[in-house]
């Protein structure tokens, strides 16, 4: 089978998957806005295959499909790579097998035989063709001018969805994320905690959390103000996000307490990543007027076994170790004053 058939690029290719990446789109499940769009594709224009697609830096990634069983195409052989690279116009092709460029296309060359194609790309407001919304049919077809007219308008729908999509990920963001520091709030802790005990009881992989309480940081905060104290905050969740892996989640709870969700993390690795905690924060912080502040932490860990019912238990076997830390533990940082 060849597979030889020229894949353009278009010139601002960085930029274009950057916007796509900007989307958070691919690899996510069916949503209802675009499955309905490739419904009103397919009736409107009575093809039997219709497609929100996606164009990735390697493969064209359908976000909706209809009368296709796979979920991705090698971008080389992607009739979608030929039309975003005219983002302003629908690219129709009446018969495949008749067009130069697609004639030994595996697609149109072997099964399934495809013969006609029309696509509209999706542009971005400034311009970018993230992908195309197409449709699709094992026989030729002609198309009139109002129907490219029709598929464009169809692709501007697909372009609002997404800028609807984006914007609600942003708002959710910003009500899981804390205003001064930037980390995760508690609503994000509990969150993503719920979901890592949903998988580990699933999957039986263990995972940890890390909660922790800053020592010395109410004389900071004491004398020298709350300015300092919220520098102080921002510096320590700094360093911490330092530390954590991708995947894991960091919060601040309130004040100057914070938690980290392990995934798929035991005890043994909560201890290793506690001992680099208490190292990396006891480090002296400058702070923007000259001074320089010392503080400590405690950590109080519990990692998730078959016996621990509930977030809410876990998580108080975490606050348990934490104050035993507190009031046991004799080599933390002492609660030191200000530096001035």
């Given at each position: 089978?060849?597979?030889?058939?020229?894949c353009?690029?278009p010139e601002?290719?960085?930029l274009r998957l950057?916007?796509?990446?900007s989307?958070?789109?691919?690899d996510?499940?069916?949503?209802?806005?675009f499955?309905?769009?490739?419904r009103?594709?397919?009736?409107t224009?009575?093809?039997?295959i219709?497609?929100v697609?996606i164009m990735?830096a390697?493969r064209?990634?359908?976000?909706?499909k209809?009368g296709?069983?796979?979920?991705e195409?090698?971008r080389k052989?992607?009739?979608?790579?030929?039309?975003?690279?005219?983002?302003?116009?629908?690219?129709?092709?009446?018969?495949l097998?008749?067009?130069?460029r697609?004639?030994?296309?595996?697609?149109?060359?072997?099964?399934?035989?495809?013969?006609?194609?029309?696509?509209?790309p999706?542009?971005?407001?400034?311009?970018?063709?993230?992908?195309?919304i197409?449709v699709?049919?094992?026989?030729p077809h002609?198309?009139?001018?109002?129907?490219?007219?029709?598929?464009?308008?169809?692709?501007?729908?697909?372009?609002?969805a997404?800028?609807a999509r984006?914007?609600a990920?942003?708002?959710?963001?910003?009500?899981?994320?804390?205003h001064l520091?930037?980390?995760g709030?508690r609503v994000?802790f509990e969150?993503?905690?719920?979901?890592?005990?949903s998988?580990s009881?699933?999957?039986g992989?263990?995972?940890s959390?890390?909660?922790?309480?800053?020592?010395?940081?109410?004389?900071v905060?004491?004398a020298?103000?709350?300015?300092?104290?919220?520098?102080?905050?921002?510096?320590?969740?700094?360093?911490?996000?330092?530390l954590?892996r991708q995947?894991?989640?960091?919060?601040?709870?309130?004040?100057?307490?914070?938690?980290?969700?392990?995934?798929?993390?035991?005890?043994a690795?909560?201890?290793?990543?506690?001992?680099?905690?208490v190292?990396?924060v006891?480090?002296?912080?400058a702070l923007s007027?000259?001074q320089?502040?010392?503080?400590?932490?405690?950590?109080?860990?519990?990692?998730h076994?078959?016996?621990?019912?509930?977030?809410?238990?876990?998580?108080?076997?975490?606050?348990r170790?934490?104050?035993?830390?507190?009031?046991?533990?004799?080599?933390r940082?002492?609660?030191?004053?200000?530096?001035?």
């Amino acid at each position: 089978m060849s597979t030889s058939v020229d894949c353009p690029f278009p010139e601002n290719e960085p930029l274009r998957l950057q916007a796509v990446r900007s989307y958070e789109i691919l690899d996510t499940d069916p949503e209802l806005e675009f499955d309905a769009l490739t419904r009103v594709a397919s009736h409107t224009f009575s093809a039997p295959i219709a497609v929100v697609a996606i164009m990735d830096a390697d493969r064209l990634w359908f976000k909706s499909k209809l009368g296709l069983h796979i979920p991705e195409l090698d971008r080389k052989i992607a009739f979608c790579a030929h039309a975003i690279v005219r983002p302003r116009e629908a690219m129709v092709i009446p018969d495949l097998l008749s067009d130069r460029r697609f004639a030994e296309n595996p697609l149109v060359a072997n099964a399934p035989y495809l013969r006609f194609y029309a696509g509209a790309p999706i542009v971005d407001p400034t311009g970018l063709a993230l992908g195309t919304i197409a449709v699709i049919d094992t026989q030729p077809h002609s198309f009139s001018d109002a129907q490219r007219d029709a598929l464009m308008d169809l692709s501007t729908l697909v372009v609002t969805a997404l800028q609807a999509r984006r914007r609600a990920l942003e708002l959710q963001r910003l009500a899981m994320t804390d205003h001064l520091t930037g980390v995760g709030n508690r609503v994000q802790f509990e969150k993503a905690l719920a979901a890592e005990l949903s998988h580990s009881k699933r999957a039986g992989t263990p995972f940890s959390i890390v909660c922790m309480d800053l020592d010395g940081f109410k004389p900071v905060n004491d004398a020298l103000g709350h300015a300092a104290g919220d520098e102080v905050l921002c510096e320590v969740s700094r360093r911490l996000s330092t530390l954590v892996r991708q995947g894991d989640v960091l919060a601040r709870l309130g004040g100057d307490e914070f938690a980290i969700v392990m995934r798929c993390a035991d005890q043994a690795s909560a201890a290793a990543l506690s001992e680099r905690i208490v190292n990396t924060v006891r480090q002296p912080v400058a702070l923007s007027t000259g001074q320089t502040v010392r503080i400590g932490v405690s950590v109080g860990l519990a990692t998730h076994i078959d016996g621990v019912p509930s977030a809410a238990a876990l998580l108080a076997r975490a606050d348990r170790a934490l104050y035993e830390a507190k009031r046991g533990s004799r080599d933390r940082p002492a609660a030191p004053s200000p530096t001035l």
